[in-house]
Every structure is written in structure tokens, then in C-alpha cells.
């Protein structure tokens, strides 16, 4: 009688579990921010930078430019220049500072007669305005001139950009001409001649950033489009009859949108350096108006008494520009799609 054996497989539950061994399907948007996630430094500078923005937009309910900008003349004596105090067990929060030349340090909150149960969580300044309030201020400004600037930048960049690198010809070496000349001028002429005609203030910084930042933004996607234009999907659309302006902005765009918002993460912390530098040789904003870099500036002379004034603007200046750079620089990898080295 014949021998009959079954065989069965071992290892599997069943067949259904054996289709599941493949990976899922992402879209590149979604496969984008899985590798996002994972780069652990990008990810949780972009956390940081929405808390920075949801607080610059928030504070406008519960912390206007007046109210941070006004002081009591009368009342200077008493609250100028205190240190930072949350309750008086706290190292470093608890409203004593220690002079030079002086044994122990002093409680400044009891020797200028503040009034009690008044704290300030990051101090005053030299009138008696919180730092705290001026550093909020401070922020929202200087992100809103990075922030505008740079939608400005990639407005015309990109526009520019397009088109010098997808019509090609004697038009791009017009157009990439014209960006020489445009590159050439030194960009604290043109703030000095914003200075003149509009005088010193938040309009002035963006429209000079705007002048000339987006050239490098131009640069950049010119360069991409001469390599895409060449590509087999543009000569399958322009067989298919659309037209050259659709098919820049419908089909190369999309394609090179990547290396765009990597340009505009690090566009942005170059353009708050920018205005801090330019407050810090008096181009910046109008006074008593404060933005993170006249915060720096007006507390230079009194780094040796009281540190503070300066470091907590300059930390939020380092923070916000190397939160940008870290979340740049993560986006370059996550959207690059050769970075992806799983099997």
C-alpha cells in the first residue's frame, strides 16, 4: 500500500500572514516625514520653532510693542535693572545678583523697595521694562521681518529662476547679468538709502533683504531647472503640446520643491542675523521698539553688572537661528529621496 506524507510548513501561520511581509506604501510626502522623524535633532528643532511662532502670535493678545515699551519715569529707581526671580530658593531666580568688590550677593528686590509679591521672571532693564516682555516682543519682530523677507525671496526667486533657467538663450544671460549687478552692491548701501527715504524701521530691513537675497534663491533654481528641463517627462509634455510656462510651473516646480524649502529654512536665520546686525549699528529698528538684536546692542555696557540683559536675547537669537539651520538641514536629507538607505 502506497505511503502517502503531507507536508506542512513551518514557521508561517497561515498564507494570509505571508502576503503581509511587504512594506507598506507611502506617499513621498508621507515616506518624507517618516525620515523626518527620525533625525531626531531636525525633529525636535521643528517643534521649537512652532512653539516660537505659536508665541509670537499668541502674545499679541496679552503682550503688545506699548506695553513692553513703556515705563514709569517716576518709578525707574525702583524697578531698573533687576535680576531675574521666580521665588527666593531658586539659584540664579531668586532676585540677588553678587557685584565686584562686594562679599555677598544683595537682595535687589528688598534694597530697592519693590513693592511685595512683584516678581520678574527674566528681570528688568535699565527704565524698569521687562526683559521678559521686550524678548517676546523681540522675537515676534525678528521673525516676522525673516519670515516676509523671505516669502518676498521666494516670490521672485523662484519666479526668476524659472524662467532664466527654462527659456535659456540670450534671455538667461540677460537675466543672470542682471542678478551680477544686483549682487554687486553691498547690501548696507542700500539699507543707508532705505534709511533716508523711509527712515529706520521694519519696513525698511525687509525691503532691503528683499532687494538682494533672492538672488541666491534664483541662482539655485535656475540651476535645478537647467538640469530638469532636459528630462524625459518635459519632452513627453511638450509632445503632448502644453506650453512652456505650464510646463515650468506644473511639472519642474514640483519636481525641484525640495531643494526650495531646504533654501528658505536657511534663508530665514541668515535674515534674523541680518537684522540683528543691522540693529546693532543703529540701522535697525526705530527705538524704543525692541527685535532680539537691539535687545544685544542696548545691553552691551551692561554685560559686566548685569549679564542677563544680554545673554537671554542672545540665547533666543542662537536658538532660533540654529532651530532653522538644524530643521534645514534635515529637511535636505528627508526629501532626498537617494538618502533613504533601507532595504
Known amino acids: 500500500m502506497e505511503d502517502t506524507r503531507t507536508f506542512k510548513l513551518v514557521g508561517v501561520g497561515s498564507r494570509d500572514s505571508q502576503e503581509k511581509i511587504q512594506k507598506p506604501t507611502l506617499s513621498f510626502i508621507q515616506d518624507a516625514w517618516r525620515r523626518l522623524k527620525k533625525n531626531k535633532l531636525a525633529f525636535v528643532a521643528?517643534?521649537?520653532?512652532?512653539?516660537?511662532?505659536?508665541?509670537?502670535?499668541?502674545?499679541?493678545?496679552?503682550?503688545?510693542?506699548?506695553?513692553?515699551?513703556?515705563?514709569?519715569?517716576?518709578?525707574?529707581?525702583?524697578?531698573?535693572?533687576?535680576?531675574?526671580?521666580?521665588?527666593?530658593?531658586?539659584?540664579?531666580?531668586?532676585?540677588?545678583?553678587?557685584?565686584?568688590?562686594?562679599?555677598?550677593?544683595?537682595?535687589?528686590?528688598?534694597?530697592?523697595?519693590?513693592?511685595?509679591?512683584?516678581?520678574?521672571?527674566?528681570?528688568?532693564?535699565?527704565?524698569?521694562?521687562?526683559?521678559?516682555?521686550?524678548?517676546?516682543?523681540?522675537?515676534?519682530?525678528?521673525?516676522?521681518?525673516?519670515?516676509?523677507?523671505?516669502?518676498?525671496?521666494?516670490?521672485?526667486?523662484?519666479?526668476?529662476?524659472?524662467?532664466?533657467?527654462?527659456?535659456?538663450?540670450?534671455?538667461?544671460?540677460?537675466?543672470q547679468r542682471i542678478i551680477e549687478v544686483i549682487s554687486s552692491i553691498p547690501n548696507l548701501v542700500i539699507v543707508t538709502m532705505l534709511g533716508l527715504l523711509l527712515g529706520n524701521g521694519v519696513t525698511a530691513i525687509i525691503i532691503s533683504i528683499a532687494i538682494v537675497g533672492w538672488t541666491a534663491m534664483a541662482r539655485q533654481v535656475r540651476n535645478m531647472t537647467l538640469s530638469y528641463k532636459e528630462r524625459d517627462f518635459v519632452l513627453a509634455s511638450r509632445t503632448l503640446g502644453e506650453s512652456s510656462l505650464r510646463i515650468a510651473f506644473k511639472h519642474i516646480l514640483p519636481n525641484i520643491s525640495g531643494i526650495i524649502i531646504?533654501?528658505?529654512?536657511?534663508?530665514?536665520?541668515?535674515?534674523?542675523?541680518?537684522?540683528?546686525?543691522?540693529?546693532?549699528?543703529?540701522?535697525?529698528?526705530?527705538?524704543?521698539?525692541?527685535?532680539?538684536?537691539?535687545?544685544?546692542?542696548?545691553?552691551?555696557?551692561?554685560?559686566?553688572?548685569?549679564?542677563?540683559?544680554?545673554v537671554i536675547p542672545a540665547m533666543a537669537l542662537v536658538l532660533i537661528s540654529l532651530a532653522f539651520i538644524l530643521l534645514g538641514d534635515g529637511l535636505r536629507d528627508a526629501l532626498d529621496p537617494k538618502s533613504n538607505t533601507e532595504e
Open 46 to 175: 521643528l517643534w521649537f520653532l512652532v512653539a516660537m511662532m505659536a508665541l509670537a502670535l499668541i502674545s499679541t493678545a496679552f503682550v503688545s510693542r506699548e506695553d513692553a515699551n513703556n515705563f514709569n519715569s517716576d518709578k525707574v529707581t525702583t524697578y531698573r535693572n533687576l535680576p531675574p526671580k521666580i521665588s527666593e530658593q531658586l539659584p540664579f531666580w531668586n532676585g540677588t545678583i553678587k557685584y565686584s568688590g562686594v562679599a555677598k550677593k544683595i537682595d535687589v528686590y528688598k534694597e530697592q523697595k519693590v513693592p511685595r509679591g512683584r516678581k520678574f521672571i527674566l528681570g528688568t532693564d535699565n527704565l524698569g521694562r521687562s526683559v521678559a516682555k521686550r524678548v517676546i516682543v523681540g522675537v515676534r519682530i525678528s521673525l516676522l521681518i525673516a519670515i516676509v523677507a523671505t516669502l518676498i525671496d521666494l516670490l521672485i526667486g523662484v519666479s526668476y529662476g524659472l524662467i532664466s533657467g527654462f527659456v535659456g538663450g540670450r534671455t538667461d544671460t540677460i537675466m
Open 262 to 310: 531646504v533654501q528658505i529654512m536657511m534663508t530665514v536665520p541668515s535674515a534674523i542675523m541680518y537684522e540683528a546686525v543691522l540693529s546693532a549699528i543703529n540701522l535697525g529698528v526705530k527705538p524704543p521698539t525692541a527685535s532680539l538684536g537691539s535687545l544685544i546692542t542696548d545691553a552691551q555696557e551692561y554685560l559686566q553688572y548685569y549679564p542677563y540683559q544680554l
